[in-house]
């Protein structure tokens, strides 16, 4: 199993910035991708931006791109997403990620785990 813990989060105004950590423990081996989603209420979970850990090809949303960056210290088993120029738009609960090929039972896909969310809040 992974553990996935998120930290960062808060009270931000708008064209400030903020830095999402989410630790990673457990069988962290195995993962391939890492990313980032957020959800506010009444709308489904986005996917803001994703890492491949080898190599480091990353993906971002279209509504983020140029203010966002998502990085991975391997050597601490943490993400990162580094938020710039926010905008209210930008609120929701952000959740952490991480994708492994290991075949779960019990739907025959990839195994996929998840944080448990951090809010940010981008109002003046």
Known sequence: QVHLV???????????????SCAASGSI????????HRQTP???RELVARII???GSTDYADSVKGRFTISRDN???????????LKPEDTAVYYCDADS????????YGMHYWGKGTLVTVSS
């Open 29 to 36: 081996e195995s993962i391939y991708a890492m990313g980032w």
């Open 101 to 108: 090929p290991l075949i779960d039972p019990a739907s025959g």
């Open 53 to 55: 850990i080898s190599g």
């Open 75 to 85: 050597a601490k088993n943490t993400l990162y997403l580094q938020m710039n120029s």
């Open 42 to 44: 009444g709308k489904e």
């Open 6 to 20: 998120e930290s960062g989060g808060g009270l931000v105004q708008p064209g400030g910035s903020l830095r999402l």
